[in-house]
């Protein structure tokens, strides 16, 4: 009888990991290799970028398996995550999940700051967070690694903040070991920083993550050696260098690389600084996504929709195969000023050549590295005239210093090629503004929908605890898919903030520059008859280092139907707003829920 039982339990085991798979690691010699369901598995990975556009994962990962990719990185999990690792087990893709812990600091990666001396709660809350993503995907066949945390180490100040997360990471690793025992565990650090925490409090990582671009990622392997570490790695972050490491400048900004670097840095490093490694199980490209902000043209596969070089640089690597069509090659992109006085017209120097001899569109952008965090990334169009045969001119911004300069040129194909340049641009007006926020396009939501929400909902006050918010509410819309819903049923006051950077108080520089708003408007009710809220936007006074330059609300009762609420904002300060929706009220001990749609600026 006991020997039937264990055959029983040894079939279910066989059974569960042909059907869930498994994941470990073999060494021959000083060979490491990645072990999946019994078969050797080559780490030809992309990092994902289109985690939210559910409707076209399967585009996504048919173009992916098409590149020769056959993983993909996440960061973090949540609510798409299901369907997700369902589109990507379709087309055999496999998949880091990742497991977000947070950053000690404001730094490289985000705005955000976590004590990980003091804030004992939050520590619980990444614990619980960790086990139960765990428990929620450890069986579904995608799965390759888990992949906990990304670049805390270098984005926490102190050695004895880094050996409290270490001690908490471990925590999370051992336990994670102890529930699963199909998948292996990574976690992920900016070049070498975690190597010697990891050594020394942190036993239960598997393999080692390392985000590295550029020629750096072909010494990993040796810094490993000189530490004496017998543990394989896997780039989990690598494409071009980064700005992070440029030296060179022009007119004080950072000298991007060309696009044919951008190309060979994946094809001819992945050949010689990663595939020849024994130690390194593979490669995640940074990054496979669409984007229109500072670091696309850098370093994603699409900018603005069209295709980059790095796109076809994926391809060549795991695949061996050229590209289908090229993009526009541009030659030469030069200004004929170092420096010049805004609203004036400066002429351009530009030499495209196109493999296809297709029809060419050319645009210019500009962007400026100063200010805040989304300000620095925001690249905007700038007016131009002329064309190729007789050249281009640009109307310089009315900003004030260093600004960087972009031609783009898009061939019928849907490649675009992508030079830049520096140039210094003196305006007086601009060099007084005192808060260096991102200048927006009216009207300006704050909250529509749920969706690409400007601020975070992370200013919690009151009697928060008793406080549930959801942003994708949708079983009372004014307007739209979804309505903000703020649900309370205890004594007290409470209050929620809609802010810029999420998290902050008022540390860090933040924000929209909103000038020009005549009106701030929102539609809002309540579940229930008599209740009062103060609703209006500006939260962080001027005992911060970054204040909100404006502070409107006003006192409303609501009603149990949609009503819109308006605030005129003539003579009002809007330069720096940082708190664009804020709430407050208090409860009598009955359940009660407010509901916020359109909220707007115009």
């Not at 976690?187 to 050594?199: C, H, I, Q, R, Y």
């Not at 690598?238 to 190309?263: C, H, L, M, R």
């Not at 600004?403 to 140039?423: C, H, L, P, R």
């Amino acid at each position: 009888m006991k020997n039937r039982i264990l055959l029983i339990l040894f079939i279910q085991a066989l059974v569960c990991n042909s059907i869930f798979g498994q994941t470990k690691l073999q060494k021959t010699d000083s060979n490491w290799e990645l072990i999946v369901n019994d078969k050797p598995f080559e780490v030809k990975g992309a990092t994902f970028g289109y985690v939210d556009d559910i409707e076209n994962y399967d585009i996504y990962f048919k173009d992916l398996k098409s590149l020769g990719v056959n993983t993909i990185r996440l960061w973090a999990t949540d609510k798409q995550t299901i369907k997700l690792l369902d589109a990507a087990h379709k087309y055999d893709i496999k998949v880091m999940v990742g497991i977000w812990m947070r950053h000690g600091r404001p730094g490289m990666e985000d705005d955000d700051s976590f004590n990980y001396l003091e804030d004992n709660k939050g520590k619980e809350d990444m614990y619980t967070n960790a086990i139960k993503v765990v428990e929620t995907f450890k069986n579904h066949p995608a799965v390759l690694v888990w992949g906990i945390g990304n670049e805390v180490y270098l984005n926490t100040a102190t050695d004895e903040e880094k050996k409290a997360y270490s001690l908490l990471l471990e925590k999370i690793c051992s336990k994670i070991k102890a529930i699963d025992q199909n998948h292996l565990i990574t976690s992920v650090e900016a070049w070498t920083f975690g190597l010697d925490w990891w050594e020394k409090y942190v036993p239960s990582i598997d393999i080692y993550g390392l985000n590295s671009y550029g020629p750096g990622a072909g010494i990993l392997s040796s810094e490993l050696t000189k530490r004496n570490i017998d543990k394989p790695y896997i780039i989990t972050e690598f494409g071009v260098t980064g700005e992070w490491d440029i030296k060179a400048e022009v007119n004080g900004i950072k000298q991007e690389p060309s696009d044919a670097a951008k190309y060979s840095a994946l094809t001819d490093g992945y050949d010689q600084w990663i595939k020849p490694k024994a130690n390194c199980l593979g490669v995640y490209m940074f990054h496979y996504s669409d984007g229109k902000d500072f670091i696309s043209p850098w370093l994603f596969t699409h900018h603005n929709g069209k295709y980059r070089p790095q796109y076809w640089g994926i391809r060549k690597a795991y695949t061996g195969e050229n590209p289908v069509n090229y993009w526009p090659e541009i030659k030469s992109f030069s200004l004929n000023k170092s420096n010049s006085e805004s609203n004036a017209w400066m002429p351009v120097t530009l030499e495209v050549s196109d493999k296809e001899n297709e029809t060419l569109n050319v645009s210019f952008y500009y962007n400026q590295r100063t200010g805040s965090r989304k300000r620095r990334d925001q690249i905007l169009p700038l007016q131009h005239r002329g064309d190729l045969a007789s050249g281009f001119e640009i109307l310089l911004p009315k900003v004030d210093g260093a600004t960087k300069i972009y031609t783009n040129v898009t061939d019928q194909y849907g490649n675009t090629g992508i030079e830049s340049t520096g140039i210094i641009i003196k305006d007086d007006e601009a060099k007084t503004k005192k808060y260096l926020v991102p200048k927006v396009e009216l009207p300006f939501y704050v909250y529509k929908d749920g969706e690409d929400s400007p601020f975070a909902p992370s200013a919690y006050m009151g009697n928060y605890k008793d406080m549930t918010v959801d942003l994708n509410n949708t079983e009372d819309v004014f307007e739209g898919k979804a309505a903000l819903k703020i649900s309370y049923d205890a004594y007290d006051w409470f209050g929620l903030g809609l802010v810029d950077p999420a998290n902050d108080w008022g540390e860090i520089l933040g924000g929209y520059d909103l000038q020009g708003a005549e009106t701030f408007s929102f539609w809002a009710k309540a579940s229930t008859d008599n209740v009062v809220a103060t609703i209006g936007f500006g939260l962080i006074g001027k005992d911060k280092p970054y204040p909100d330059t404006a502070k409107e609300s006003k006192e409303i009762k609501l009603k149990t139907k949609w009503k819109k609420y308006t605030f005129k904002l003539k003579n009002i300060d809007l330069s720096c707003i940082r708190s664009g929706l804020v709430i407050f009220s208090s409860g009598r001990g009955l359940e009660q829920d407010i509901y916020i749609d359109n909220v707007v600026f115009e």
